[in-house]
């Protein structure tokens, strides 16, 4: 399956993987190319792919982002991109009907300020309501609430917190030095920091962005997931490549690995799931605009993108042996932003159980022996 552009997305789909790859040949660590390439991407407007023309943005469609997000997946350059803008300035962007947050969706589409998504919890799955509450208190309200693993916490100006309120899904956004919220960051295997927030804040009612958030929460998370899904199958195509250019020079009993019946076996499987992760994104981006089908295609991908970066990372390891686990050589980096994948934005229980809630029913998934473990 293959996804039709016009003339235009084309052009700029080629410009995406010039500027990555640009940045990616720079003679400087991993962590001052990743700079490099937020900075041009900035400079050169292409954050404004993720933010709809009415808010000042292009409008790109996820095609595009999901090409830029794979593009960063092959060169494992991790940026503020889908934590501040994918996840952050995109609901910003949708949630604030008036307009009042303009001048800092402005400003973090200049990258003068940085956005968190604080969303994940203990207590809740994805796609379910939030056990974090907000209550009405005189002209403002009180949050209350726990959440983890909120990605670029750290850096962020201002927190996008979701709630439940008033029996709906709310969306309100503090700023990060708020009294009521306590923050304990550290770093993630992907590269970027994260914190788990504890709140009890209460804040103005101008905070609040919508109190019935809930369908714009899950329809900008889902996409944000399918361009995770994008950064992932990029990060396996540069592991299969880097392994197969490996099994080529490396030595055995006098052979070339590549050599080995079984060694191409392995590598030809790699290459399978790397298909199958790639397939499946792709049905889930010509699905985004189908309100039926979107959420299944998303949690689709996420299942099928984690077993095969889970296997494609545990085979790169195994092929390149004690070298795979060192510093030399960049398999390692890999492997981590693979790894990390699988616990952002739900887990593969959490999407079995979102899958089987949509296909045959809440709560009937207990009656089957595949889909039961996540009921």
Not at 227 to 239: H, K, Q, T
Request: net charge negative; glycine share 10%.
């Amino acid at each position: 399956m293959q996804l039709e552009r016009d003339e235009d997305e084309l052009a700029l789909g080629e410009g995406i993987e010039r500027m990555v790859s640009g940045c990616a040949e720079a003679s400087c660590t991993t962590e001052d190319r990743a700079a490099m390439l937020w900075r041009t991407m900035i400079a050169d407007g292409w954050v404004g792919l993720a933010l709809p023309e009415h808010r000042g943005g292009v409008g790109g469609s996820l095609d595009l982002l999901c090409t830029m997000m794979e593009q960063c997946g092959r060169h494992a350059l991790v940026t503020p991109f889908f934590s501040s803008i994918m996840l952050g300035a995109r609901l910003l962007a949708e949630t604030d009907a008036a307009g009042k947050w303009n001048d800092l969706l402005g400003e973090t589409a200049a990258g003068d300020r940085l956005l968190a998504f604080a969303h994940e919890e203990l207590a809740t799955a994805y796609g379910e309501a939030r056990a974090t509450i907000a209550q009405r208190a005189g002209d403002g309200w009180r949050i209350t609430g726990h959440k983890i693993a909120v990605l670029g916490a750290g850096a962020a100006s201002h927190l996008l917190v979701s709630a439940s309120a008033e029996g709906g899904a709310a969306l309100f956004l503090l700023d990060r030095n708020d009294p009521g919220l306590t923050l304990r960051p550290y770093p993630t295997l992907r590269g970027e920091d994260a914190a788990d927030i504890a709140i009890d804040a209460t804040v103005p009612d101008e905070a609040l962005l919508a109190l019935d958030a809930g369908e714009a929460i899950d329809r900008l998370t889902d996409a944000a997931l399918v361009a995770l899904c994008s950064e992932a199958v990029g990060a396996m195509r540069w592991l299969i490549d880097a392994t197969a250019d490996y099994a080529a020079i490396r030595k055995q009993f006098g052979r070339p690995l590549a050599e080995f019946q079984v060694i191409q076996h392995r590598l030809a499987e790699m290459a399978v799931q790397l298909e199958d992760a790639r397939a499946a994104t792709q049905l889930a981006i010509v699905t985004a605009g189908d309100p039926d089908r979107c959420g299944r295609a998303a949690s689709t991908a996420k299942l099928v993108t984690g077993s095969a970066a889970a296997f494609v990372g545990e085979q790169a390891i195994q092929l390149h042996g004690a070298m795979g686990v060192t510093e030399e050589l960049p398999v390692g980096r890999y492997v981590r932003l693979l790894t990390a994948f699988d616990y952002l934005l739900g887990d593969s229980d959490a999407h079995i159980a979102r899958y089987a809630r949509t296909v045959i029913g809440p709560g009937l998934q207990r009656f089957s022996v595949i889909l039961g473990a996540a009921a």
